[in-house]
């Protein structure tokens, strides 16, 4: 299980986390939980880094940083314990999360999974950081923005979970934005690719990485909001979004493919600018003249 920014903003929404946490181990599961910072927090921490030292150690940085998470974990876990359930936190280092040493934008090589799976056979929930890990010189390290996801998801790899559930502020994978078009339809299942294509272009469910690594890993992810009344049963049993493989989902929709919708869903993204350019000279080296001063203003062409 994994909980966003916003499902932790605070005691009486942890206190709902915990309640989530504790119906799914009622309901005969073995649970480990990843834990973003509570919202707004790492912005926070980025802030006083810069206002220490506007040319901040990366290493240093990632030290900062990661505490955000680090107070979601330890919060969860003592009120999973005010609620009668045994939970305990492990920090990144702890498990090891093992990491190259890309400070700030570090990778996942691995997840030390022994002690972890010893704690959760014994009936603890294991309540884990998302967002850090351990570099290969000892060093703490931090996966970049939107980490957590992708933490969720090599945890659940690693321990060989049925399911990876990410709990947003959403309930689902819809066909647009329901923000934007009222009558945006949730989807029940989307594939890998499908779910990659809809971030890449500017979904913001999942992070592009996290859906990468379970696309690599064969972890199932379901998507579901953490705003669901404190009676509602188990995951099992809420309608989010499962995404899935090509061959799953086959054997899903076997005999239901006539009228199949070709379009999955559309993605919106605010922060596009359409520019048309006239009368440019079919020439060798026109088209460079123009991507040149933009590449040098850090502006990123997106299509052409």
Known sequence: MKFGGTSMAGSERIRRVANIVRRQQAAGHEVAVVVSAMAGET??????C????PLYDPAEYDVVVASGEQVTSGLLAMTLQALGCKARSWLGW??????DDSHAKARIEGIDSGALLASMAAGEIAVIPGFQGLSPHGRVTTLGRGGSDT???AVAAA???DRCDIYTDV???YTTDPRIV???RKLKHVTYEEMLELASVGSKVLQTRSVSLAMKEGVRVQVLSSFIDD????????PGTMIVSDEELARIQEGLDMERQLITGIAADKNEAKIILTRVPDRPGAVATIFGPLAAANINVDMI
């Not at 702890?94 to 990491?99: A, D, I, S, W």
Request: aromatic residues 2%; without cysteine; hydrophobic residues 45%.
């Open 50 to 53: 810069r206002e220490a030292n």
């Open 43 to 48: 912005d926070r921490l980025v802030n006083f």
């Open 231 to 238: 009676d509602a049963p188990a995951a099992d049993t809420i």
């Open 151 to 153: 933490s969720a998801v």
């Open 171 to 173: 309930d689902g994978v």
């Open 94 to 99: 702890q498990l090891p999360v093992h990491t």
């Open 182 to 184: 009222a009558k945006a």
């Open 159 to 161: 321990i060989g979970a």
